[in-house]
């Protein structure tokens, strides 16, 4: 019988744990993101000052938007992360501050323009 290192399975899972690891680090990256559907309230840019209360959204080019449950003053119902000055996620009944930088940073090219709103 041929000890187990020299057989090659050690090595498979030492690959295979290491995909793994690869795969978790990855996943976590990203648990900051918001998933669709989540409730948050914002504080806009150039909207009316005081938290709106929404849900998040992604548009046809993969924009996080949040879409108002009630329209602001000017007629905003949605908001881009570019639109976002502070962002809070409800967690376990809670209100939870997101980072607004750091999500940008997930965002397409496309979304991180002016006017993207």
Known sequence: MRPLASSGTITAMKTSNLFWIAVLCATS????????????RIEGIGIESGWHVGKVAVDGEGCTMVRLDKATKGGYTAL????????E?????????????????????????????
């Open 29 to 40: 990256a990203h648990a900051g993101a918001l998933p669709k559907g989540a409730v948050v």
């Open 89 to 117: 996620r409800l967690q376990a009944g809670e209100w939870v501050e997101m980072p607004v930088r750091a999500l940008r940073a997930h965002e397409p090219k496309p979304c991180l323009v002016d006017g993207s709103d």
């Open 80 to 87: 881009s992360l570019m639109g976002t000055a502070r962002l």
